[in-house]
């Protein structure tokens, strides 16, 4: 009797899969070749561009001038400005405790018990914004007030970021309820300013809140800059977010509501206890989704004059100490990388938590 | 035996849902209508102590700044009006350019990211991973002043043959001129065309009733197509290109594209492409893949297979996000105020209101533009969605 045969080389190990992903055929030969070419022409030029031809050294813009390249110093210099802008260096202490504080009652909330979550939920969402906003601020307490015109940065990108995120999901709940409502009027109210404000692009609401917010408010009476793009913002956001809410809503088997009303429960018992827990589990990833849309969107705020990220890499260049061709530049892929990776990393969260829910439904 | 009284308890007054919601909408809209109220009298008093006189009377006034695209005529002694066609005639040629790259990029990428080819699949997962993530703003600023400011002068100019040429000007390609005997071969062109598609309808008609077309049909298709073509050469071919060329520092001659559009375009085709590849590819898996085999079973040729069962599936699951997404980049397309490029926004929200001041208005109309197109285009695509083909079973 014969021994068995090794496979053939083509089916098997390494020169196997290579054969079958990609040299299958001539099609898949020419696709593949395409594919390395096109590598070939992107990737040299972009380690060229970060590393292999970028400047290390050097304190000035002279420094980083002669050819296109990443400007590293630039960055190393810029770095704390890029965090804080023009935050006063002496009070910076504060926008670091608002943010450890943040990470200290965020993070216990993923591997907490039940037993902590309430005191930690508590601790987040009423101690921490409230702390935030005085340190941030200042005025109270004896802390010397900075107005927000100082503030910049990545720390105002993560003020607008989080105030929209925290202001648009109990408004968008909100108005998710109003629009589903059996109230006419109420409805219809809803249905008007969901659809208004997402039929026009987010720059027409920053444009009205900051241009138009100081006419509507009584003569004399004027509010902060920056608070009038926060206003706008969370807004929009949460027009968003109360869509995304509804979808949950109408989503969910009429039955759920059917039974809670047969236990005798009233509206509010039937949403705060059995739809909406289920219906804000199911969206769970499209909120995050949204968390990261919003996040991008926050760059926005730059063309309403707020010095965000990218308002302070934009200004780096009025600096003459740094005005070169290099700098814009360095900045804009420093800030692609930063939006980059937490947009990227949120959206794995995102697919987990999706991967996890179908998981949950399926063994139900 | 008792009798089981039949009427229900009466409800206090108070706890009757009827009245509470009666009163809970008109208290809603008593609140609404005293804080619009209110708004709208602190913007009169606020406006009358600026000087600024409310109302549409500006926009007939000589708008005195100068835009440099412009598709209609227009110069510094046009109106406000003026100046506000032809910002929103420059945000449809963003929009509709760059929905066209968006939807080719998504289709290749999209289609890529299903290939069976790892190297093919791994590039579009990278393209799609790589642009969703990061800021349209961002990488509108990167294109411009990375991809297009950098580039060498009109003597230099990145050239395809003597056809196309980029440069830090602006893209410049050759523009087909007509001649005064054109309109006649072109109108004939139409003719023919809807001809063809008629005929083609009733051939498929033809081909579902008798099982196959007439014989003579494939010669009228050949004359409807030569017909155009015999009608420019007896014409004398009435159409030709006029080609950009360098004369002195610049060129002349040809399409000038600005290099604000060029970004904008690509920025946004790029942007887009990323989510629309991601639509194409969720609107192709949710086809289960028994429907083809069972097209297949039922011996249908492999055009009618994707024609009657796929296509009309996947186009259901892909239209309504493709929809949005659409709207997303024409909505998207007022970023253009970042690079200076004519928009609506740029034009109308930024130059006319700084000049003119009139806030309120001004915001009001670009709003109510924006809403008309985002309402008339879902509501167009709703439409499409109902025929019957494409309908949910």
């Known amino acids: ?364 | 035996m008792r009798v089981l009284a039949m009427t229900p308890k009466p409800v206090s007054f108070w706890n009757d849902p009827k009245r509470r919601g009666m009163a809970f909408q008109v208290m809603a809209t008593f609140a609404i209508v005293t804080f619009l109220g209110l708004a709208v009298k602190n913007a009169v008093d606020n406006l009358t102590a600026r000087g600024i006189a409310s109302g549409f009377d500006f926009l007939g006034q000589r708008a005195g700044f100068a835009i440099v695209q412009h598709l209609i005529a227009y110069d510094e002694n046009a109106r406000y009006i003026d100046a506000f066609w032809v910002g929103l005639i420059n945000t449809g040629v963003v929009s509709i350019l760059s929905i066209m790259l968006a939807s080719i990029l998504g289709l290749v990428v999209g289609l890529g990211r299903l290939s069976r080819n790892w190297l093919i699949a791994r590039l579009a997962l990278a393209y799609v991973e790589l642009l969703r993530n990061v800021p349209l703003l961002l990488l509108i600023l990167i294109v411009y002043f990375m991809g297009l400011r950098p580039l060498p002068g009109p003597r230099q100019s990145l050239h395809l043959g003597d056809l196309i040429f980029l440069n830090n000007r602006g893209l410049f390609l050759p523009q087909p001129v007509f001649d005064a005997a054109a309109p006649v071969p072109i109108f004939l062109t139409l003719v023919c065309t809807v001809v063809i598609i008629a005929l083609l309808r009733w051939t498929w008609l033809q081909r579902i009733d008798q099982g196959r077309a007439p014989a003579w049909i494939w010669w009228a298709f050949s004359g409807l197509a030569a017909a155009p073509l015999a009608g420019f050469a007896l014409a004398g071919f009435p159409v030709h290109l006029d080609m950009p060329a360098l004369t002195g520092f610049n060129f002349t001659g040809g399409v000038v594209v600005i290099p604000e559009l060029v970004a904008m375009v690509l920025a946004l085709g790029l942007f887009g492409g990323a989510f629309i590849a991601e639509i194409i590819r969720a609107g192709i898996l949710s086809v289960a893949h028994g429907q083809l085999e069972a097209a297949a079973a039922l011996g249908l040729h492999r055009n009618l297979q994707m024609r009657l069962v796929f296509l009309p599936q996947a186009t259901r699951v892909i239209i309504p996000p493709l929809t949005s997404e659409y709207l997303n980049l024409i909505k998207n397309s007022s970023l253009a105020a970042a690079i200076a490029y004519p928009d609506l926004v740029q034009v109308f929200a930024g130059t006319v209101l700084n000049q003119t001041g009139q806030a309120v208005e001004i915001i009001a109309i670009t709003m109510l533009v924006y809403l008309v197109i985002s309402v008339g285009l879902a509501g167009l695509m709703s439409f499409i969605n109902r025929v019957p083909k494409l309908r949910s079973a």
């Open chain 1, 1 to 364: 009797m014969d021994a068995p045969r090794p496979a053939p080389v083509l089916h098997t190990g390494f020169a196997g899969w290579v054969h079958q992903n990609l040299f299958a055929g001539p099609v898949d030969t020419l696709l593949t070749l395409s594919g390395m070419g096109l590598l070939w022409l992107l990737v040299p030029p972009i380690a060229d561009y970060l590393f292999i031809d970028a400047f290390w050294t050097g304190s000035n813009a002279t420094a980083c001038s002669g050819r296109t390249a990443f400007c590293w110093p630039f960055l190393n210099v810029r770095l704390t400005q890029f965090i804080y802008g023009t935050y006063p260096l002496e009070e910076r202490w504060r926008v670091n405790l608002a943010a450890v504080q943040g990470v200290l009652f965020a993070l216990p909330l993923v591997y907490a018990g039940p037993k902590f979550r309430k005191p930690l939920m508590l601790a987040l969402f009423i101690y921490w914004p409230i702390s935030t906003a005085l340190l941030l601020t200042g005025g109270l307490i004896g802390l010397t007030p900075v107005p927000t015109n100082l503030w910049g940065g990545f720390m105002v990108t993560l003020v607008v970021a989080l105030f929209g995120i925290g202001v648009s999901l109990p408004l968008g709940i909100a108005l998710a309820l109003a629009r589903l409502s059996d109230l006419p009027a109420i409805r219809w109210l809803s249905v008007g300013l969901i659809e208004i404000i997402r039929g026009v692009p987010l720059i027409t609401i920053l444009f009205m809140a900051s241009l138009m917010l100081p006419i509507f408010l009584p003569n004399g009476m004027s509010v902060d800059g920056l608070l009038r793009v926060l206003v706008g913002f969370s807004l929009f956001a949460a027009a968003y977010m109360a869509e995304i809410i509804r979808g949950g809503l109408s989503a969910l088997p009429p039955g759920q509501a059917e039974a809670a009303k047969a236990l005798g429960l009233g509206y509010w018992h039937t949403m705060g206890l059995i739809l909406l827990p289920q219906a804000l589990r199911m969206v769970l990833p499209n909120i995050v989704n949204t968390f990261i849309a919003l996040f991008k969107d926050t760059t926005l705020v730059m063309i309403v004059g707020i010095m965000d990220l990218l308002g302070v890499v934009q200004a780096a260049n009025s600096d003459p100490n740094w005005a070169g061709p290099n700098t814009q530049p360095t900045g804009y892929v420093f800030l692609g990388m930063v939006f980059w990776l937490s947009c990227y990393l949120m959206s794995r969260l995102s697919a987990r938590m999706e991967r996890q829910f179908n998981q949950n439904q399926r063994t139900r």
